[in-house]
């Protein structure tokens, strides 16, 4: 939380107020001559600047009193973020200042605003040797939970993502994220615990409740432990994902691009597709189904050497179908399977979406059901969120199915065909 | 209501309990304002009065005999312990009542109404459908600037066959619904989340001057308030026992491999059960 003063002419209340909506549910403490500093005397504004974490100006009138309260902020070195309404511009002294300009103040510019104070609060916090760098897997493990957050909230922040740390306000998270570009929101639970302690389903149950509360994207909770199995399946169940991320695996930290799941109704090349994927075991063996496609459209015969949860595709050789591609996915390795598989299937199919422009829409069928026993609706619901947590936002991963009882799955998917 | 069976009213003459010493502190600042002679009190399932535990120690003889004090519950054993405590303290007038809490308002005197109403430690054993009711007839039954005052458990530390504890942000959304059914837009009753050491819990704190000043004619409303309180109520109920299933199913086919989630397993199906009953499930 940031002690923030607004300096501002006085005559835009409407707007003094506007800031001060914006910025107060971030934690914010807001101060201004209006309304905090009643007596509205010098000294008390003097006091109340000194105070203050940092100084947001609005220039939408240059009076006297704020470029004296500017003066004074920039002596003693405050941080300050100048706000340009319209087509006023800053005295040429304030030059080097960082300086926003807006045509009006609306929920843009103000998200904006927050993040541009979330970020000098947050390079305060690091000069005050909060910033957190790690360079072993030990020091993983001797993580406090305040450094876990902060190091959680350096890597959104990386990505353009405004952070919050609740500090030790009990809102059933401890961060909570939120990106200007998308208008999403996403809030973080940090577990620093022994690299041996198991995350156990009641953890993943009060975060989901959290996110469903804060009206959240998605819910992530970040540890330097693992998870039970338990607790890794249930957290696939859910319409507001959630994300178990581990820090000695920041490659495998995704949000969300907003690529498209839907389910399809019907045969696997019924409809136009870029790829089409088909189901193989580890050893490169397939169902009796996919070998009468393999006969049919003459796909040639899957690897065997794959590891569960690896795909592979090549260019479709034939002309009896129009897809460009097809590909195996390693759905199942000994007659079994899980859903953490099938969901790492989704997320490698996803990441073709990004290396390979020509690929926008892949036919997939339900994978893991048949040989893997997984349940359908799980099967379901890891491959979405594998998928739309690595896919290119304008690709849409199509899930077949024959399967009359996926109309009974509350899956938040947008639309079946 | 029917208390349920696993629920037991305390008394320990040497421990106030904090929510018990917050409602005693909002009832020192009420009669500390000028010119109050007489301050009527409603103590909904009073138990065994352990909310009056320590109030000779809070408030003076001069503060304590300008309260007039309601006492009710379902026992009328507690009331009868209640009453035998009470009488001691020097209070204007005290008078205890039994009966269901979802018919206080029936029982009590017509146009009877009270400056500071509160509910504390029972919500959770408050049947579902009827808890939107009662909270509507609490704050009819507030004086013009009276107060409700509730304070409840988010989880139990020992599981209640049948009880269903509220998280505070699900209060706060059926109390939201309630009000939208009056017409008042603009107030929301005061809420905090209490973080004690074996559990945590929430407090409300709904002010009548606050209704009436956007919605005077609020207790017209009644039918409306409650139904889409109770909509509300039904939707949150929905929602948890579509997590608690999930929870279940997945601890049945994959087990359990920590403590906690051998806990979460127990507690899950007690949870189960009340959540079942309370959405009518069980017939």
Redesign the interface.
Known sequence: MSNVFIVQSGRDLALLEKLREYLMPFGHEVNDIETTVRTGDSISVLAEIARSDIVLAVLTNQSDNILFELGYSFGLNKPIILISLGSTSPPPVLRDVLLMQFSELDDGAAFRIVAAIETLARSRRAREGGHVEFTSTESRQELSGRNLERYVADWFEAKGIVTHLQEGR?AGFDILAFDPKTKKRYVVEAKALSKSA?I????I?RL??AA??ADAQAGIIVTTADF????K??AR??KTPIYLWNVDQRERWYLPKGATVQIRRGDLFEQRADLVMLPCSTAGTVSSWVQAYQDLYKIPSAPSGLSLGEVTIFPAETQRVSTKYFGYAASVESHSTSAEAIERIGVEIGEITNRQPDIRIINVPLLGGGAGGLDHKISAMSLKRGFETSGDQKATLAICTAETNIDEIDLNFRGTL | MSRLAASTAILEEGRLLSQHQAALTLLQASLAIPGIVRLDWLDLACGKGQILAQLDTNLDPTARARISYVGYDLSDDYCRITASRVETLGLQKTRTLVGELQRFSQVLEENEQFDFVTLTNTVHEIEPGALAGILFDCISRLSPTGRLFAYDMEELPTAELGAVPW?R?EIDAIVAALLAGMDVKQYRPASG?W?HKKV?AWNLQVEKTHILAEAPGFATHRARSIAQATVKTHEILS?RLS?CT??LD??T??????D??KS?ELSGLYEYWALQRALGKTT
């Open positions: 009990d198991l156990s389903v009641d953890v149950r989901y409740e469903r509360e039970t199995k338990s607790a399946e249930f169940q859910f | 998280r942000a989340h973080k945590s929602q997590d999930k929870t997945t601890l086919r994959l087990g359990f491999a920590t906690a989630e979460q």
